[in-house]
């Protein structure tokens, strides 16, 4: 079986490290995870990666190749004018698409998420050469993370018809079923982790002088980082400090809190092996991300199942279907409240020998059953269930 995966994934080794708006971790993170997965499964991967603005200042950029773990990564070239690039992108994707496939014979193309640029592209070629087409489904393109009023109806209208126009499904929360055509297939992928070797304890020995409360993740009002700020003030616990890594629109407020408050420690984004160690020392993995908006009502938190893979305790507000899957995995918080937040570090932080079952049985249950390598089962057996997608 041959896949190509159309999809954002911005590689270091061929941009370097700066960061953009390309950059995105979540879907990073999930393509990374498949590409492992389905080498691990023996099936061939590859990756086209429209990015709809350039790292370098050109009016044109040319396409650019990479390879990465055995995979073809592709770069389509882009018009670098605002409002024409998206045009330029899609018929640049359609393009090496059309290329790609004529070399390489995919049997299935994935593309992630209702995006313009990479649905009508997928649509396309798979009507034309009779190719499944299935929609990687992990965030909501009509959501809060789109400010601008006239860009939400608009990206709205395009999501909604190029979700009307495709029959198969990977969903990264169960909650997008209710916007899906009446007789669509799917299938619940929420996110993966990397499975541990045989004999491999993922768990960190590293002694610490005080318990680590670790928040990782964009600084805004979506991702709750002040939720987590304003429960620091009822922390009843003495021995604690809560690290906060990234950047983000709330950063100068996290600034702020950390010189106000000694148990607040702000780091700024980390290079990956600081970022490994901070998790390694915590004993506390904390997400935030509130539940009032639309974003979490559907969006499944892609940190959580490597959270979970670490053996720390997790702690998670009730978003997306996390509380109706995971709630005897971790520490499920019902309501968007510090105090309540506060409580229970307290309770974990007073409990952590009696509580330590559960951190263990999350971390089993994650590398037996949600590691990428059986993700990546799942999928083929999903696309092998049907011979045509569209």
Known sequence: MK?????????????????????????????????????EQGVMIDVLSPLISSPKPKIYTRAISARYQGSEIVYPGILNIKYLNYFSLLFATLFNMWEMHARNRYDAIIFYNPVLYRGYPSIILGKIKDIQVIMDYEDLVDSE????????????????HIVGQVKSFILASGNFQRL???????????????????????????????????????????????????????????NYQIVITSKGPLEEYVKEAARRNKNVIYTGFLSESEYKRVINRATILVNAQKTKYKFSR????????????????????????????????????????????AAMIDHILQNKEKLSYLPRLAQKYV????????????????????????
Request: charged share 30%; proline share 3%.
């Open 145 to 160: 993370y789109t400010p601008q009023k006239w860009a939400r109806g608009l990206f709205g209208i395009i999501e909604r």
């Open 367 to 390: 590398n037996d059953y949600e590691n990428w390598g059986q993700q990546a089962k799942k999928i083929i057996e999903f696309i092998g269930s049907r011979h045509k997608g569209i």
């Open 298 to 341: 559907y969006c499944f938190p892609s940190k959580l199942y490597e959270y979970m893979a670490t053996g720390k305790y997790v702690i998670s507000t009730a978003v997306s279907d996390v509380k109706d899957g995971l709630q005897d995995k971790l520490f499920v918080l019902d309501k968007d409240d510090p105090e309540c937040l």
């Open 180 to 238: 899906l055509p009446k007789k669509a297939r799917s299938i619940v992928v929420r996110s993966g982790c990397y499975k541990a070797k045989n004999g491999e304890d993922q768990t960190s020995r590293e002694p610490v002088d005080k318990d680590i409360i670790l928040f990782s993740g964009k600084l805004d009002e979506i991702r709750g980082v002040d939720l987590l700020i304003e429960a620091a003030n009822h922390i009843k616990s003495n």
């Open 3 to 39: 896949i190509l995966y159309v999809g954002k994934l911005y590689l270091y080794d061929v941009f370097g490290k700066e960061k953009f708006g390309e950059d995105s971790p979540a879907s990073r993170r999930r393509i990374l995870g498949l590409i492992n997965g389905f080498r």
